[in-house]
């Protein structure tokens, strides 16, 4: 988070419950928060590094537990939900690591030799998907073609 503040970066980081959150002389914890049905918090210092941040909280019944994220800005419910976008791309890190590619068991050393890998495995998932999705424009299955 420190990083994030340093380069001046949008971040949203999901916080577990047993972090210690201090409001002027309070101290909580983020699930003791989250249990109490905060959903905002602004310029509160959390861990023991006392970095300054603004947490949202979001209590979804369609979640098992609150989402409990730090964000650089003003914390509403939009602003916490925009940590649901990561999972856009949760499944091309994962396509990319242990479902796919392999690219952790590269044994590659060399950034410049890395980021020409990532550039091939990026253009060759690019078009298997692009494939799959034209196929199934034109090629619908039988139950495809009943929808």
């Known amino acids: 988070m420190s990083l994030c503040q340093e380069q001046n970066w949008d971040y949203r980081l999901r916080l577990k419950g047993n972090l210690v959150v201090r409001d002027g002389a309070e101290r909580h914890t983020t699930g003791e928060l989250a249990a109490a049905r905060v959903f905002t918090l602004e310029n509160v210092q959390l861990t023991a590094k006392k970095a300054t ?8 019944p369609d979640h098992d ?3 409990i994220v730090a964000i650089p800005s003003v914390p509403g419910y939009l602003k916490t939900l925009d940590y ?3 999972w856009a791309i949760e499944p091309m890190f994962s396509d990319f690591k242990s479902r796919g590619f392999g690219v952790e068991d590269t044994q590659i050393q060399r950034p410049d030799r890395l980021a020409r890998l990532l550039l091939v495995m990026t253009l060759a998932l690019y078009t298997a998907v692009s494939t799959g999705q034209w196929d199934t424009e034109t090629n619908p299955t039988p139950a495809e073609k009943k929808t």
Do not use: F, K, V
């Open 65 to 67: 537990e609150p989402w």
């Open 53 to 60: 941040t603004n947490i949202g909280i979001i209590h979804d």
């Open 84 to 86: 649901s976008n990561r």
